[in-house]
């Protein structure tokens, strides 16, 4: 028996995620009595893989086809359940991202596996295999119990952390066939919305509602971005509007994001905003209404007027940071 992991990478980089996956793993591995094999599908340097054995795999599975150079989901479920097969791997560990809401039944489908998607933390197996998840769209957690005799884990991002724990790494290419009823659905080109930090990925978000009145005021905002290093956000309103992208939409029916930071600037804090970012580790919120729900889960609140309050922030960061 081992663990596999799957490792997430964007043009040959590993994701912060991926590291995580991989650290979580290699503590499912140790928790269990196994070792870890990681997964990486597309085109990687040896270097680049090589940095998995940092977080504790063992052994890394490196394919490299054609046909798999962009994420392909059946294709990519196929090859990961495939590469468990070859491994003897009875779980399966994978970051309960974008790409891997997508992947993860697809694997358990394939391995008839337990399904634990969204854990927050290590599984208990003191009298069973139990993992803690998000439910109901992060307002609140279940402890589901696999009793399957394989096992599928999507791990929120954010929720473990990047741990290393370095070991010799053996990287081994893996060319197992992949059927054409894979690759029916297949991406041609992929046409990058920004060249700023992608927000699934980023770990600080700074996101604006209605209550900034207009895509004029979004100086200060992308301003008070840029300086934390942070990617933009925005409520279901605001792009509904055309003041932002769509792809800057987060919560229930947008993007659902775990930064270490989300500060949020005249978002009222609704359950349907609340759904894609109450699992961020740090949330700061700045609304002239001090009744705004969102205050309730917010760590750090500011009432106060967002023109007066975020010039003054960005005043102070720039102070602080010269
Ligand atoms: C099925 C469904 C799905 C939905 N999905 C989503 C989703 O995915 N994401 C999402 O965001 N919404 C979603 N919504 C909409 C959601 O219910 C709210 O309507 C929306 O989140 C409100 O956006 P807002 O907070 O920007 O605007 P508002 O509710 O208008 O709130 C504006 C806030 O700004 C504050 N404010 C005003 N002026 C200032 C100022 N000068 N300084 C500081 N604060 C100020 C106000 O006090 C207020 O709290 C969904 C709704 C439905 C029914």
């Not at 596996?113 to 069973?128: F, I, K």
């Not at 791990?155 to 054409?180: C, H, M, R, W, Y």
């Not at 894979?182 to 919305?193: F, M, Q, Y």
């Not at 919120?285 to 007066?308: C, L, M, R, T």
Request: charged fraction near 20%; include cysteine.
């Amino acid at each position: 028996m081992s663990v596999l992991v799957y490792v997430e990478h964007a043009d040959g980089k590993f994701k912060k995620s991926g590291f995580e996956a991989v650290a979580y793993a290699k503590a499912v591995a140790d928790q269990v009595g196994t070792t870890l094999t990681a997964i990486s599908i597309g085109s990687v340097a040896q270097d680049e893989l090589s940095a998995l054995g940092r977080y504790g795999a063992a052994k890394v599975l490196s394919v490299g086809a054609e046909q798999l150079k962009t994420f392909v989901n059946q294709a990519y479920a196929s090859v990961i359940a495939a590469a468990a097969e070859k491994e003897g791997a009875d779980i399966v560990v994978l970051s309960n991202s974008f790409s891997g809401k997508g992947l993860a039944p697809r694997i358990a489908v394939k391995l008839q596996a337990g399904l634990a998607d969204g854990a927050v933390d290590l599984p208990d197996t003191s009298g069973g295999f139990r993992v803690k998840k998000t439910a109901f769209s992060g307002k609140a957690f279940a402890i589901t119990e696999l009793t399957s005799e394989k096992k599928v884990i999507a791990l929120n991002p954010n929720a473990f952390g990047v741990k290393e724990q370095p070991t010799d790494v053996q990287i081994e290419s893996f060319q197992p066939e992949i059927s054409g009823n894979d690759l029916k659905t297949v991406i041609k080109d992929i046409v990058r919305a920004t060249d700023k930090v992608s927000l699934p990925d980023a770990e600080r978000v700074v996101s604006g509602g209605r209550g900034l009145k207009g895509p004029e005021n979004w100086g200060m905002i992308e301003e008070l971005a840029d300086l934390l290093g942070a990617a933009t956000a925005c409520s279901k309103p605001v792009s509904d509007a055309d003041w932002r992208p769509h792809a800057e939409h987060v919560g229930q029916t947008g993007i659902a994001i775990s930064p270490n930071l989300y500060i949020a600037i005249g978002i009222s804090g609704a359950i349907q905003h609340l759904a894609g970012v109450s699992s961020s580790k740090v949330i700061v919120v700045i609304n002239k209404d001090p009744e705004a729900p969102f205050f309730k889960v917010a760590d750090y609140g500011i009432v106060g007027d967002a023109f007066e309050v975020v010039p003054k922030l960005i005043e102070a960061l720039k102070a602080h940071k010269a």
